[in-house]
């Protein structure tokens, strides 16, 4: 009964979006309200129909309804529709119930904002509409467009300090240009995303998920093409989940306000290019090469984004490091399950499907505990920024004793991360690693990238830690002197249950959060947990007879240690490590691999380089020859009295070279088609 | 209601007396009444009366033909409603635009309204010769047009260029057009595509007409290499003009293009080596200009430059449908065609109400506009977006059709030779995206100089606001346009297709 109003829910913040934009100023808080009350809607309403859908006849099989929206001559008609299953049930429950928390801490942190509230509340329920409508879709058209209002809405978002930021017109300037990368190189994965979409069309005659995802259909179609589309839709979830090489517009998206980056990092945005994966993965797990090049951009997006976030003094900025670094887990563990299920499809072995099944299962329940723990790590963070009006770390320092719940809060969220036992964290990533390792036996590559998942937990238990003890422990910095002390219950009250959900969430797994995966990969269907198969619990058996996890924990625990070490304790010097900041490694960390600098070559010598040099070719050149070809025509005296008449005759040769050109272009194609 | 009660054998031409008689009475009225007020008012009433003539007659499916030359049906009724609505937007605006009303009031609009004529003469007409006549009756009519902002010498140089690389063009059409009466011994464009196809293999000379032909008529487009006016003219021209030429006057260049040539050629397309040479020549000029408006596009600093190249480019996009050749393409054209009225016009529209309110043509101008009109800025946002074809906005919705059309051979069957015409779209697409970010940027992002609120008049609020719920509608539902858009491309093809 409530399945048939799954449309309501991203319509809701839809409303509520204009609500705010017509009405927005004469209400309290200019539309806060507004903003909350949909959030919590949509998540009541998401809430009903996963408790329906779970326990309803149909599960586990997807329930979809569509309404015809335009019908294309050619055979295939575009649709509108929701598609629930058990994917759909959890991304859109996180993500409203984090947005809901989110915007109600915005009530205290945007509260000086002023006249701009309503700007910025009808931007985040956009935003949230853009998310839900996204997760809901019953196809990839729709999916795309929902898609494309996210990039739109996080380039207002991010772009919101750009006139007076608080901290000033550099700041402004900063923010302005973050936007604009951040739009502009999503988009570059979205032409990719695209055109693979339109040969996944070319090929199935269709974009809707209950014709794609079914494996009659996957047979019937060229297994090259469906490679090539799974590839360039795989570009697309490069550029919104800010994996490596287009991992660079993420940090600089920290400009926006820290709520933003909260919204952006936890519960939408570059959750979407995850979820791509995650709801594709019927049509990605035909290869196992694009399953491996899958993994191979996640284990290094995990380690090189770790490694960024070592040194950085910018409390955001740690954060937006380690959110690439996190996602970097999640897609490599996508990818190591696929490569598992693609060897089972190409042998015919159920229990390499069953294993490989437990990788999406490990991807999709990080991607969950990353919400909870990331959302609460970034509003801790706006909180310690609210209070001290800095985001320097080298500032802060001893901030405990000032703002309490913050300070154990944010802690729970980084034991969380960082994979200390029995926090969320530590399920979920202990079963990427495990998905890592089971595919290393079959493929060596994901030997190597266990391995460096291993390093990135140990670099991420040191810089999470780094980032808490400089924040909060140690000596008063300048900034704490003029702390406000905590922030207001609108804005501690979000992190306390937050943290309740960082610190618990994992034990999900132990209650059948594996049972939410399903997905048509031989006919009559296939799910783990749910059906068919065991279920991703088999790996807890191992979990703690497995040498190995102790050493990710031991590693955790070193991290911890040292960076106790080095910044409250003071008995190691970081500086001995980095010749006080002249090392190579610690200027290429700062300089963030050159990857900045690399794509404003790229993008702006070149690309600006080139458009330039079309129009003066435009301009002067072809101008110029032509001046010369027709002086030589009509004649010497015309040719000076070029002043004179413009270039107007210039423009008239030009229409003659452009017959020429016509001419000889059509004989030759006549000639190469072999017409003459 | 029966038009035909009414027009009796001229029912055909119906939406056009109106017209004509504007175009007549128009400078009289200035003459008599003194008042450009009321000038404007008859010439508006006029306009709306002819539109909503031709919906009547388009919702009742009428088809007719009269004085031997004009033949009315469901393609020539839908452009008919586009040139009109470009008329109208037009004129609602060019009472109230600081560029226009400078203008001598009675001539300027007798000479919209008969490039209007001219415009909807061409597609009603199925003969060389009276789309000929009916292109340069625009074509004249739009010289003079723009030359009238003489105070500006950019205008005079401007109507300069475009008088000798139009009369240059005209020549070219002239002489193409004589070179295939010369070899067929007919105008008619039926008796062309049936000769056509007893052609046993290609004819050079033919070549030479159609190439001849190309090139003049790739001058209404600007396809490139015949764009290079464009730019100059639509930043010469009078804003409201520029809109015109751009909306209007382009899209019977296009439609030109499809009523000849894609006519004579559908039968014979992936049939013949002549119909596959043409698509192929198309193909590769589709190609040319969507990349050459697009790349030349991001270099430049004037709005009215920009957006003409991003005109050039989206004529590079519908032109796809000349390599495809099938019915469906050309209906994904021609909703791309309705669709770039409202985005286009939309753009130049709101440059034109700045203008107005003292705002420079620079992109440099246009920094903080956010604050000193927020619709303002909204709406060019939502133009800018839509051009770049960024969903659900209407210019999505059509490049998507256009763009698929591509996959479609003639039945329908998937069919993959214009698959990379397809690839090269969209990689354009997210070119121009840089440039249209760029004035998003910079009314949104950067900082004006102050925020004192800008004031624009209300005749350009309504044409805006029409534009917006056209580039929104479409966008949600284009089934509203494009069930029109079907009907129109099987009115032109059918009789022509196996």
């Known amino acids: 009964m409530f399945i048939e109003y799954t449309w309501l829910v991203p319509l809701v913040p839809m409303i509520c979006f204009l609500l705010i934009g017509f009405i927005g100023q004469k209400t309290p808080e200019k539309g806060g309200y507004f903003a909350i009350a949909g959030a919590l809607i949509s998540f009541i309403l998401a809430a009903l129909i996963s408790y329906e859908y779970l326990t309803g006849d149909v599960y586990p099989a997807p329930v979809t309804e569509q309404i015809a929206w335009f019908v294309i001559p050619g055979g295939f008609e575009i649709n509108l529709g929701y598609y629930v299953d058990g994917l759909t049930c959890v991304m859109m429950l996180f993500s409203s119930f984090i947005s809901t928390l989110i915007f109600v801490y915005s009530v205290g942190y945007m509260g000086d904002q002023g006249e701009r509230r309503k700007r910025y509340y009808a931007e985040v329920s956009l935003f949230l509409t853009g998310m839900l409508g996204l997760i809901v879709s019953s196809n990839f058209l729709e999916m795309f467009i929902f898609w494309e209002v996210m990039g739109l809405c996080s380039y207002l978002l991010i772009g919101f300090w750009s006139f007076r930021h608080p901290e000033g017109d550099a700041a402004s300037a900063n923010a302005a240009s973050a936007a604009k990368k951040a739009f502009l190189v999503t988009r570059l994965g979205d032409v990719c995303l695209m055109a693979g979409l339109f040969i996944l069309l070319f090929e199935f005659q269709s974009l809707d998920y209950a014709t794609l995802f079914n494996s009659a259909n996957i047979a019937a179609v060229d297994s090259d093409m469906l490679t090539l589309a799974m590839l360039l839709i795989f570009g697309g979830v490069i550029g919104k989940s800010a994996q490596f090489p287009l991992h660079d517009w993420l940090p600089d998206a920290m400009a926006g306000p820290t709520t933003v980056s909260s919204l952006i990092h936890a519960a939408t945005m570059v959750k979407a290019g995850v979820y791509l994966v995650a709801r594709g993965w019927p049509l990605f797990i035909q290869n196992a090469e694009v399953m491996l090049f899958v993994g191979i951009i996640g284990g290094l997006t995990a380690i090189i984004a770790a490694s960024m976030a070592l040194n950085n003094m910018n409390i955001k900025r740690v954060l937006a490091y380690s959110t690439i670094s996190q996602l970097g887990y999640m897609i490599l563990a996508l990818g190591a399950g696929g490569y598992l299920v693609a060897l089972g499809l190409e042998s015919g072995s159920e229990e390499l499907i069953v294993a490989g099944s437990a990788g999406m299962v490990a991807g999709c329940f990080h991607m969950m505990n990353h919400a909870f723990f990331k959302a609460l790590l970034f509003m801790c963070s706006g909180s310690v920024i609210h209070a001290v009006g800095t985001e320097d770390m080298r500032q802060m320092g001893g901030l405990h004793k000032h703002m309490k719940i913050t300070s154990i809060t944010m802690l729970i969220g980084s034991l969380s991360i960082a994979g200390f036992p029995f926090f969320s964290g530590f399920w979920s990533k202990d079963l990427v690693l495990e998905i890592a390792m089971e595919a290393g036996s079959h493929e060596v590559w994901f030997t190597v990238l266990w391995v460096i998942a291993v390093i990135t937990a140990f670099m991420t238990a040191f810089y999470m830690f780094r980032m808490w003890f400089m924040t909060f422990m140690g000596e008063e910095g300048h900034a704490t002197q003029h702390c406000h002390g905590e922030s207001p219950k609108t804005m501690t009250v979000p992190l306390m249950i937050l943290s309740v959900f960082a610190f618990a969430s994992g034990f999900l797994i132990l209650v059948g959060l594996d049972a939410i995966v399903s997905f048509d990969v031989i006919p009559g269907g296939f799910q783990v947990g749910g059906g068919h198969a065991g279920g991703a619990l088999h790996y807890f058996e191992h979990l703690f007879t497995n040498p190995y996890t102790y050493l990710t924990i031991v590693l955790a625990l070193v991290g911890i240690g040292i960076a106790y070490l080095m910044y409250v304790k003071k008995s190691i010097n970081p500086g001995m490590f980095n010749k006080d900041g002249e090392s190579w490694l610690y200027k290429a960390l700062t300089k963030r691999w050159w990857f900045p600098d690399l794509y404003n070559q790229i993008s702006w010598k070149v690309g600006y380089g080139v458009a330039r040099g079309v129009d003066y070719v435009d301009r002067q050149i072809v101008d110029g020859t032509v001046n010369g070809l027709s002086g030589a025509v009509v004649g010497g005296g015309e040719a000076v009295s070029k002043a004179q008449t413009g270039n107007v005759h210039d423009y008239s040769s030009m229409v003659l070279i452009g017959v020429a050109l016509l001419s000889v272009g059509f004989l030759m194609i006549a000639m190469v088609l072999g017409g003459i | ?498």
């Open chain 2, 1 to 498: 209601m029966d038009m035909t009660a009414i027009f009796g054998d001229y029912t055909a031409i119906a939406p056009l007396v109106f017209l004509i008689v504007a175009a007549l009475i128009l400078p009289g009225v200035q003459l008599l009444g003194k008042n450009r007020n009321i000038t404007w008012a008859v010439g508006l009433v006029l306009a709306v009366v002819s539109m909503v003539v031709n919906i009547m007659m388009l919702t009742d499916g009428y088809v007719g033909a009269a004085l031997d030359l004009f033949e009315y049906n469901a393609y020539s009724g839908l452009l008919i409603l586009l040139f009109s609505i470009v008329l109208v937007l037009m004129l609602l605006v060019s009472n109230a635009s600081v560029e226009t009303t400078r203008f001598n009031t009675g001539a300027y609009y007798a000479l919209i309204f008969a490039a209007t004529l001219g415009m909807m003469f061409v597609v009603l007409s199925s003969d060389l010769l009276t789309i000929f006549v009916g292109v340069e009756l625009t074509s004249i009519s739009s010289y003079a047009a723009v030359s009238m902002k003489r105070n500006d010498p950019r205008a005079a140089e401007a109507a300069v260029k475009y008088v000798v690389v139009g009369g240059m063009s005209t020549a070219l059409t002239l002489y193409g057009i004589s070179m295939i009466y010369g070899l067929s011994g007919t105008t008619d464009i039926a008796a062309l595509a049936a000769w056509v196809q007893t052609l046993p293999e290609i004819n050079l000379l033919l070549g030479v007409g159609i190439v001849a032909m190309v090139a003049g008529y790739g001058f209404k487009i600007a396809a490139v290499p015949f764009h290079m006016w464009a730019p100059d003219v639509y930043e010469g021209a009078a804003t409201p003009l520029s809109m015109f030429l751009a909306t209007g006057s382009k899209k019977m260049g296009l439609s030109v293009f499809f009523q000849i040539f894609l006519v004579m050629f559908v039968a014979v397309a992936s049939v013949s080596f002549l119909g596959e040479t043409v698509q192929y020549l198309f193909a590769i000029i589709a190609a040319i200009t969507m990349t050459v408006g697009n790349i030349v596009a991001i270099a430049q600093n004037n709005i009215k430059r920009m957006l003409a190249y991003s005109s050039v480019a989206q004529a590079g996009y519908i032109l796809i449908v000349m390599a495809v050749m099938s019915e469906y393409a050309l209906s994904s054209g021609l909703f791309h065609m309705f669709t770039h009225v409202f985005m286009k016009g939309g753009a130049f529209l709101i440059v034109g109400a700045l203008i107005c309110a003292g705002v420079g043509e620079m992109i440099s101008d246009y920094r903080g506009l956010a604050k000193k009109a927020p619709f303002l800025a909204a709406a060019m946002m939502l133009f800018l977006f839509s051009l770049a074809g960024i969903p659900p906005l209407a210019g999505f919705t059509s490049k998507f059709f256009l763009f698929s059309s591509t996959l479609y051979g003639m039945e329908g069957a998937v069919d993959s030779t214009w698959v990379w015409l397809a690839f090269i779209a969209v990689l354009n697409s997210a070119i121009s995206l840089y440039y249209y970010a760029r004035v998003v940027k910079a009314m949104y992002i950067e900082k004006g100089d102050n925020t004192e609120k800008i004031k624009v008049p209300a005749p350009f609020m309504v044409a805006i606001v029409i534009c917006l719920v056209g580039v929104i509608v479409l966008g949600v539902y284009p089934q509203l346009v494009f069930d029109l858009c079907e009907s129109a491309a099987a009115a032109l093809l059918g009789p022509y297709l196996l």
